[in-house]
């Protein structure tokens, strides 16, 4: 074993600090007897956690979006007719989603605080199956408005979640490709949904339009999903069904690195305080405000491609298109940020440069080029890949587990508002060209671009200025107070938040 986790036999008469067990994280005394973990046998463990964690977390994430964007399909296979839309209830029906999910955003991110993490994903995922099913019920604007904002409340559970589930699990350099990896479903979802699409189109049934056959298809595939994550999905790794106790105290060695813990069940006001007057968490929900309005693009793509001069079935399967296009932008964004010489924010740019490039090019190019501006539509899709870099970001540069699902509040209120407020920029007299929705997506997109540089270079100087600092040496003789009496734990175990921990570095 290793010297300093003995420490608490011999119990030093040196100065030191003494906390509760309540106040430090909950894998504070699994890591206090935990041996040395060699590089081979973290990498065995990883991948035993990828094995069990990430299909899930990928097919989860595949069918949330997959159910998010039944909407856009809905509107080439009957639904405006069928429930007598106009397209100001239509777009409004994209916006209650987004407005439910911002206003129960925190409070959902403080019940998976308090709650284990899978069993409250699972319970919100099975109420989102229930009322996705009941879409095929509605057949007025009123009813589809309820629904959707149902379909909100649930889903504000499911992002935090995987953002909280993927730090607990993984390192800094590890984050941000397993959320590129869950991220990029919504391209999978796409195709899938395209087919699925394509194959009810041609469904002739009285009484029951093809739109009502998507939800009912879809609601069943979650509804099933929902049984098998609350079987399945592993709360944290201090009780993961699928590791031995000494795995588990493994799992928990092998993320101290980020200096961030793992959980701790007490609300602290202290950290909600530091988080909302930091101007960056600011910074950060800017980004994921401007971002975001890009995707708006989601439930308007089948009807902005039927506009460039497509049939109902052409527009359907080149909507498969939308979803190959993004996988492989997610992809090759994920790929760029875990290079170290590039990182989270200069690859974000990077992918910017082309959306902000199809963008201008859909709002110029003319009617009768409906090839190019199918293809400068596909280009601008490249600015859905910044934010699922971001998502990994925002876990890595904030610690403290209060100040971290209130930074992942924030920044999710943020992204529904960035989302709720788009859908109405397309409006019936901007059609078919829509000029001032693109231009829109081009300046926030520019926005995003700049925000992003201007993080970095706080985040930056911050670690240089950690670097001249004196040494801080107050969490160093810590121990923590239990039934068992006193132990030394980790610093990165006493739940600090990124500014009180002066070891902690921003990942840039």
Known sequence: MDASNSDHHTQEKVPHSAYDAQDVDVAAKLIASADVLTQQQAIRLRRKIDWHIMPFMCIMYLITFMDKTTLGEAAVLGILESAHLNATQFNWLGTIFYLSYLVFQYPQNLALQRFPVGKWMSINIFFWAVALCCHAACTSFGGLFAVRFLLGICEAAITPGFMIVTSMFYTHAEQTRRVGYWFLMNGFAVIILGFVSYGVLHTHTPNFMPWQWLMIITGTITLVTSILFWLFFPDSPTNAWFLTPEERAAAVQRIQVNQTGIENKLFKIEQFYETVKDPKTWLLAFFAAASNIVNSLTNQRQLIVAQFGFSDIQTTLLGCVDGVVEILTIFIGVTLASQNSIGRSYAGVLMYIPAILGAIL?????????????????????????????????????????KRITTNGIVLCAYAIGNAVSQFMWKAQYQPRNHVPWAVITATNFASAVTLL??????????????????????????????FGERRINKAFLDLTDNQNRDFRYVL
């Not at 409906?370 to 596909?378: A, C, E, M, N, P």
């Not at 490249?382 to 540069?397: D, M, N, T, Y």
């Not at 970095?456 to 039934?483: C, G």
Request: aromatic fraction near 16%; proline fraction near 3%; avoid cysteine.
């Open 362 to 402: 859909v709002s110029v190019l003319p009617s009768s080029n409906k090839i190019g501006l199918l293809f400068s539509y596909w280009i601008s899709i490249f600015a859905i890949a910044p934010f699922s870099i971001f998502l990994g970001w925002v876990g890595s540069i904030t610690a403290g587990h209060t």
């Open 454 to 483: 201007v993080l970095r270079y706080l985040y930056s100087s911050e670690n240089k200025r950690r670097e001249r600092e004196i040494r801080d040496d107050k969490y160093d003789s810590t121990f923590v107070k239990d039934e």
